[in-house]
């Protein structure tokens, strides 16, 4: 019996030790004690407890001190490591060096801290930022028409496009200094998103130059020389950029374009200089058709060591003004019908200086590093900003159509069917506009969160899709049948082109989520590899001991945590010091979920190694758990942030819950395709001692976020908030105007019922004249909502031909 006591004695100090990551020490004592109680359980002679005693010491020196530790033990795990470590190419290594790590970092530690998050400041506009929403992009907004922009022109009207100039849209990312806007990324996000609610080509337009492009690259990597003469250009639309990487044989493998450019010496402007004879052939060019200014990457060779030592420089980046002798470029792609400015351009050894390139002649061959770090922040604003724009008009117009539009006698957002998919696309509309500002905030905040913007990037897109498809199938015909009284067609048919852009979605997630988070935001696994394969001698037999015994530490942690959250049904799990009775459970499964997220891919890499990389559907779902993890913590703080409101409970409840069990899912998946099997058992056991914990949002709380959008409303506005809000008679301005009639005239139309069961169907005898008047204004306009657009054989082609015409004399007039 003594000996079982002491047995689980010992368990409970190695669960308690590694619950808390205690130092070394700690568990060197509880070890020795341990060894005395079991000498003296086994009754030993004075020898053998000499000589237990002895290698006890000898085994507490070896672990204890740092210098024998390495000797004996992590010098020669290094050694291994090194031989199968995979080498790095430079281009991976400027991938994973891009950015900096943020909340991703606490998700990956498995020890989130609520607190620290919770404390950051909600992000705010400016009186200046707000004050040019509420003017220029409100007046943009209304100047545009989707179905003239799409259909009739395939472009933006000069008017739009000059607008667009004139009042700073493309320099907003630009320092006022230059004179450019300045703007936040919380305002630049803003921007973006309330017009992608009117127009997405206007949007593209006004969101590519603020993105990755020259105008950012300048800020952070050009001489001064060229600040000076391109930002003021840039900044008052004197010049259009565009930015060429896509080859037609590297799409999203961009870093193996094989683009490429020569130094050597030509004539320039009647002079010899030191400059590239560039090739290149690009496509997929936003703006590329009517840019003045190309940002061009290539990959430069220095065969005659004209500027160094090295023969193969890498990728370079250079601002090549496309007037430039032997630049093609104008001609269009159509991109699913959008009308944005997109197509190809391409050169052959088209000569420019060496001062072309972006940051000078020192800049050379650094391209790749250059794009990574813009990347990691442009990413995190454009297209999920663009993402939660269509959702939020998503929401407010879907939810309006399906209270006119009646069938069975039934607005149709109150049937059930209808109901779930409209309770889909509010409580989506809410997380994704979390994700959104909490993103922005930390772009603000300094960061440059590569792998967050990724996150965002992936799951603001394809949950945009979910919404676009649940809308298509609540408006049903009305939504197939393209015209300019079909808010939602142009919407689902780009919706493909997000997805695909700035990172294909499918490597993104299997690639790029995990695959670089587990490297970059890995509180351990970046200093061991940097020890292994940059460091050399002393300095990096310390480091590696220091990471790798600290690892040991963080892995055993994570795992008895993962199993205590697990039997207690994350009862310990940490929260934040004031959390709310109705999220602290929400903190909780957060915290449980890292824990068991961190000690998974810990487990992973170890049984997999190298292979994991190749592992991409494991490697996808590990970058879900990780993602739904920050979606929710999004989310979290945005209820915090914006004072707990009530009436907002159900789109947060519904969204979390759908996000853990998302996670769970993914769990489940790895559980049963992972490579070891026995050791897939001993994971399930451990992250879900007790089963699966978590189930899919209540059917409840479905119905309340459907009947957000079905009601106008405070809550309704909220979450839409930010959005243009149509007021003309323009279709999405008839659509507003008639759920207001809708809804106002609901008792005009119960008595009208009412009426028509005691045989009379006459409303100008059962209705009052104003009655009467405010239902026909209803019925006008709801009629006007559900009818379709309907075109003459050639779609109007002649009509529009005539009227783009008419307006070339006066254009050339005035130009």
């Not at 004592?29 to 086994?42: D, M, Y």
């Not at 009042?167 to 992608?196: D, E, N, Q, T, W």
């Not at 442009?378 to 939660?388: E, F, H, N, Q, Y």
């Not at 914006?642 to 789109?651: C, F, Q, S, V």
Request: a neutral charge; one cysteine or more.
């Amino acid at each position: 019996m003594a000996g079982l006591g002491l047995a689980l004695g010992a368990l409970a100090v190695f669960l308690l030790f590694a619950y808390f990551q205690l130092p070394l020490i700690w568990w060197t004592v509880a070890a020795g004690l341990l060894a005395w109680g079991l000498s003296a359980i086994a009754d030993l002679s004075f020898i053998s407890n000499v000589f237990l005693a002895t290698a006890f010491v000898v085994v507490a020196a070896v672990l204890n001190l740092p210098f024998l530790r390495r000797i004996l033990i992590t010098n020669n795990i290094l050694a291994v490591y090194r031989r199968i470590l995979p080498d790095m190419s430079q281009t991976e290594k400027e991938a994973i060096d891009a950015g900096t790590v943020w909340w991703d970092g606490d998700l990956f530690s498995g020890k989130p801290d609520w607190d620290k998050l919770l404390a950051v400041p909600a992000p705010r506009l400016s009186a200046e930022e707000q004050a040019f929403l509420d003017g220029p992009v409100e007046e943009l907004c209304a100047m545009c028409n989707d179905w003239e922009i799409t259909h009739e022109r395939q472009d933006l009207p000069p008017r739009v496009w000059q607008y667009i100039k004139d009042k700073g849209f493309l320099g907003m990312i630009i320092p006022k200094k230059f004179g450019g806007l300045g703007f936040s990324a919380l305002a630049h996000s803003a921007v973006v998103m309330k017009l992608s609610t009117r127009s997405a080509a206007t949007a593209i337009t006004v969101m590519v130059p603020n993105s990755l492009g020259p105008g950012e690259l300048l800020l952070h990597y050009g001489t001064d020389e060229q600040k000076d003469h391109y930002l003021p250009r840039l900044a008052k639309g004197l010049e259009v950029p565009c930015f060429a990487l896509t080859n037609p044989e590297a799409g999203s493998d961009a870093a193996a374009i094989p683009d490429r450019g020569v130094v050597c010496k030509g004539i320039w402007q009647g002079k010899e200089v030191l400059g590239m004879r560039v090739t290149w052939d690009k496509r997929y060019i936003t703006l590329g058709p009517v840019a003045t200014l190309l940002g061009l990457a290539f990959r430069l060779y220095d065969p005659e060591h004209l500027i160094g030592e090295k023969e193969d420089l890498g990728i370079t980046c250079a601002l090549v003004p496309t007037n430039t002798a032997g630049v093609n470029i104008g001609r269009r792609h159509l991109p699913l019908n959008a009308a944005f400015q997109n197509g190809p351009n391409w050169g052959k050894d088209v000569f420019m200086p060496l001062d072309w390139i972006i940051g000078g002649r020192d800049f050379a061959g650094k391209g790749w590093m250059m794009l990574m770090g813009c990347l990691a922040a442009g990413r995190a604003i454009s297209l999920p900003t663009s993402a939660v724009g269509g959702t939020k008009a998503l929401t407010r117009f879907t939810g309006a159509y399906a209270r006119v539009r009646a069938q069975f006698k039934t607005p149709i957002g109150r049937l059930e069917g209808v109901e779930e998919a409209l309770g889909r696309i509010a409580a989506h509309c809410y997380m994704m506009d979390a994700t959104r500002v909490m993103t922005a905030g930390a772009v603000d905040l300094g960061e440059k969160p590569a792998v967050l913007s990724a996150i965002a990037k992936y799951h603001m897109t394809e949950r945009a899709r979910t919404c676009i498809n649940d809308a298509m199938d609540i408006h049903g015909g009305k939504g197939i049948c393209l015209g300019p009284n079909n808010w939602l067609g142009r919407g689902y048919q780009i919706a493909p082109v997000a997805i695909t852009v700035e990172g294909a979605n499918i490597l993104t997630r299997t690639l790029i989520i995990f695959g670089q988070g587990a490297i970059r935001c890995h509180p351990y696994v970046l200093r061991e590899m940097r020890a292994a394969k940059e460091l050399h001698g002393a300095e990096a037999s310390r480091e590696f001991d220091d990471a790798f015994t600290s690892h040991v530490g963080h892995v055993l942690s994570n795992g008895v945590r993962t199993l205590v959250y697990g039997l207690t049904i994350s009862s310990f799990a940490p929260v934040p010091k004031n959390s709310s009775v109705e999220t602290r459970h929400y903190y909780r499964h957060v915290s449980r979920l890292s824990a068991a997220f961190a000690f998974l891919a810990d487990v992973s890499m170890l049984a997999m190694g190298g292979a994991l990389k190749r592992k991409e559907k494991i490697s996808g779902r590990l970058g879900d758990v990780l993602s739904m993890m920050y979606l929710v913590s999004a989310t979290l703080k945005r209820y915090e942030d914006m004072g707990r409101i009530k009436a907002d409970l159900p789109l947060l409840r519904w969204s979390v819950r759908d996000a853990l069990y998302h996670a769970q899912h993914a769990l489940d998946g790895i559980f049963s395709n992972f490579p070891v099997k026995a050791l897939a058992t001993l994971l399930r056991w451990t992250i879900f001692p007790l089963g699966m914990p978590f189930r899919p949002p209540l059917d409840s709380r479905n119905r309340e976020c459907a009947q957000i959008a079905l009601e106008p409303g405070a809550a309704r506005d909220r979450l839409t908030a930010g959005m243009y809000i149509p007021k003309g008679d323009d279709a999405t301005g008839i659509l507003e105007a008639a759920f207001l009639a809708a809804i106002a005239g609901e008792p005009i139309d119960r008595k009208l019922r009412e009426a028509r069961k005691q045989g009379n169907d006459d409303p100008y005898s059962v209705l009052t004249p104003e009655e009467l008047a405010q239902w026909q204004r209803k019925e006008a306009l709801r009629k006007q909502v559900i009818k379709v657009d309907d075109f003459p054989q050639d779609f109007g082609r002649a009509e529009i031909e005539q009227k783009l015409s008419a307006e070339k004399p006066a254009a050339a007039k005035a130009a």
